[in-house]
């Protein structure tokens, strides 16, 4: 079903994007980046594309979500071992990637599970981890890592050099990496930095992007067709919600229950900025001090705004002056995050509903 609110992992409940769908399965080069704010269907392209390279081609995948990792300011490798380590105990079937895992340091058995160590002494290396991957397997090796941004927040491990190892070394070994906030998946990678082990390498890039005001309407009919429900406001739902596919999922569920067009529209839009709130206080959360300049700024912005009405309505707020270079930064910050993005002079959400939850 189109309408189905979790992320979909079959292509025939999933809206067009057969371009990008063909292009993650490529995989192009050995590190591929999934691109595309929250909500655009970043996941459910991963996990179909995925799925289908299994059945079609006997590929194998290993899944890490790091989105769980959203709400924290930090997390351990540990933690991160204890993620890997459970998916890789879901390979059990294939004897031969787990016979060549146990050869490693830093793997060990425990019953008929597969453990990954983080102690000081016998820590499991993440490229020696890779390796055994490329040697165990006959087919390709995905790793998926999806909302790789969080991994700027992960403390003792710099995984970096491994995925340029990887990069360089393996055949098999295909890493997808997922991010919703880009810029700061770019700091994260350091691409464009001389000194960075991912220096120069060139990547295939997937973007997701929210649905143009015609690919939503013939989402929204094409989803209430399938359930055989009468429906003929797809553009002022367009005009209410925007085009990200997450919120035009969540009003046609909600519809489907309640058969009530204003009271789906008002659930949707309670459900996302409650759900954005969320968000934006892990955002905050790390810069608990400028927490209410942040709001301020969000408000401004809401209905565009320039870098001047920014400044000024922080000077007005709290009746000092405020240095050009703090304005710049919060705004980079809050681009790099991707809450908003830029257009000629004028700072915008990013979308809709972002404007929305802050006016
Ligand atoms: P992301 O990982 O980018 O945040 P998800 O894959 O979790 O996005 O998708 C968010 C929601 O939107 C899910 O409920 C998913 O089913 C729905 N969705 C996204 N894109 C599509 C699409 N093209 N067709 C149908 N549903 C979609
Ligand atoms: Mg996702």
Same mark, same amino acid.
């Given at each position: 079903m189109l309408f189905n609110p979790t992320p979909k992992d079959e292509r025939k409940d999933f809206f067009d994007k057969e371009k990008e769908m063909e292009q993650l399965k490529e995989l192009r080069t050995p590190l591929i980046l999934v691109l595309g704010l929250r909500r655009t269907g970043k996941s459910s392209l991963i996990k179909i594309s995925t799925k289908e390279l299994e059945h079609e081609k006997g590929t194998i995948t290993i899944y890490i979500d %790091?989105? #769980?990792?959203?709400? #924290? /300011?930090y997390f351990s490798y540990r933690e991160f071992l204890l993620q890997l380590q459970s998916e890789i105990n879901? %390979? #059990?079937?294939f004897s031969k990637i787990i016979d060549s895992l146990k050869k490693i340091e830093g793997v060990s058995i425990a019953g008929n599970e597969i453990r990954l160590s983080w102690n000081k002494e016998d820590r499991l290396q993440f490229s020696s981890l890779l390796d055994a991957l490329e040697e165990g397997s006959d087919n390709k090796v995905v790793i998926v890592l999806d909302e790789a941004q969080e991994l700027l927040k992960m403390r003792g491990l710099n995984i970096l050099p491994s995925l340029a190892y990887a990069y360089d070394n393996l055949k098999k070994v295909k890493i997808i990496i997922s991010g919703s906030e880009i810029g700061l998946l770019y700091d994260f990678l350091r691409? /464009?930095?001389?000194?960075?082990? %991912?220096?120069?390498r060139a990547f295939s890039t997937v973007e997701l992007k929210p649905f143009s005001k015609e690919e939503a309407m013939e989402f929204l009919r094409k989803g209430f067709e399938e359930l055989k429900i009468p429906f003929n406001k797809e553009e002022e739902t367009y005009e209410k919600l925007g085009g990200i596919p997450g919120w035009l999922t969540y009003f046609g569920f909600t519809y489907l229950e309640s058969r009530n067009y204003e009271e789906s529209i008002n659930r949707t839009l309670d459900y996302a900025k409650l759900l954005i709130k969320k968000e934006f206080d892990s955002f905050i959360s790390a810069r608990y001090t400028a927490k209410k300049r942040y709001y301020i700024i969000m408000k401004v912005i809401s209905r565009c705004g320039r870098w001047s009405d920014v400044k000024r309505a922080l000077e007005a707020e709290e009746g000092i002056e405020i240095s050009d270079s703090e304005v710049y930064n919060y705004l980079s910050q809050l681009t790099k995050h991707s809450w908003i993005v830029k257009n000629n002079e004028m700072y915008c959400p990013s979308e809709p509903l972002i404007g929305y939850t802050f006016t």
């Open positions: %790091l989105r #769980k990792f959203e709400e #924290k /300011n879901k %390979l #059990k079937r691409i /464009n930095d001389a000194k960075s082990p %991912l220096y120069g």
